[in-house]
């Protein structure tokens, strides 16, 4: 079941903060954070394994709340080149299970 | 270095004209490998899977067919092309086996027209 995410869109100024959430009807065992730059491949950001888990690199960090069934992504003092889709994606509790990705948040930073 | 190509990077096909869409991994062995389809408005849709030669999981019930005929790659076929097949084709395997975490291809684009 495709995870939900919130917001859509969301525009920024440089410096701003933002939050992305991510959700699901069914139990997570894990969550993966990835970003697209228009007309690329994602890129893989990082990955949450544990409820109460939270993780960061550089300002942007995540963190994992496994009893909501919730993950949400910080954006710290964005940046223009955060500007691009970010996607959570839900895996099972093996790493053969596919991920299954929301339909994704289009993060604009202007200056 | 593991590295994953896909080609060709764009295509113009016709409805109703066959498709093969070629991924290939390198610097690894026995890969989970994947195709994810990326249309407007629907994000990141798995459309296969498979966990070793000649095995493959289908997630979408579609006129796309998949196969794996060697370790290291990926096929993605159609025998007749329908206009909603158009999208950003992604090639992707996981580089970590224990926790699943995804490396993507830099993708194919189709137009049908």
């Known amino acids: 079941q495709q995870p939900v995410q919130s917001p859509q869109a969301v525009i920024l100024r440089e410096g701003e903060d933002a939050v992305i959430n991510c959700s699901s009807s069914?139990?997570?065992?894990?969550v993966h954070w990835y970003r697209q730059k228009h007309g690329e491949a994602p890129v893989f950001l990082m990955i949450?394994?544990?409820?109460?888990e939270q993780k960061g690199h550089d300002k942007i960090s995540a963190s994992f709340n496994e009893k909501k069934q919730q993950s949400s992504l910080y954006l710290t003092a964005s940046q223009l080149s955060y500007s691009g889709t970010y996607f959570c994606?839900?895996?099972?509790?093996?790493?053969?299970?596919?991920?299954?990705f929301g339909k994704g948040t289009r993060l604009s930073v202007i200056a | 270095s593991q590295t994953i190509h896909q080609w060709p990077a764009t295509l113009v096909q016709p409805v109703g004209s066959p498709l093969s869409l070629e991924c290939t991994v390198e610097?690894?062995?026995?890969?989970?490998l994947y195709w994810y389809r990326q249309a407007a408005g629907r994000g990141l849709q798995l459309l296969f899977y498979?966990?070793?030669?000649?095995?493959i999981s289908s997630e979408v019930p579609q006129n796309l067919s998949a196969s794996r005929p060697q370790d290291r790659q990926f096929i993605l076929s159609s025998k007749k092309l329908l206009l909603s097949d158009s999208g950003f084709y992604l090639c992707?395997?996981?580089?970590?086996?224990?926790?699943?975490?995804?490396?993507f291809g830099e993708g194919s684009r189709l137009t049908v027209l």
């Open positions: 949450l394994l544990k409820g109460g």
């Open positions: 992707a395997w996981n580089f970590n086996r224990v926790t699943g975490e995804l490396f």
């Open positions: 610097g690894t062995s026995n890969p989970n």
């Open positions: 994606g839900t895996g099972g509790h093996s790493g053969n299970t596919p991920l299954v």
């Open positions: 069914k139990a997570l065992y894990s």
């Open positions: 498979s966990v070793g030669i000649g095995q």
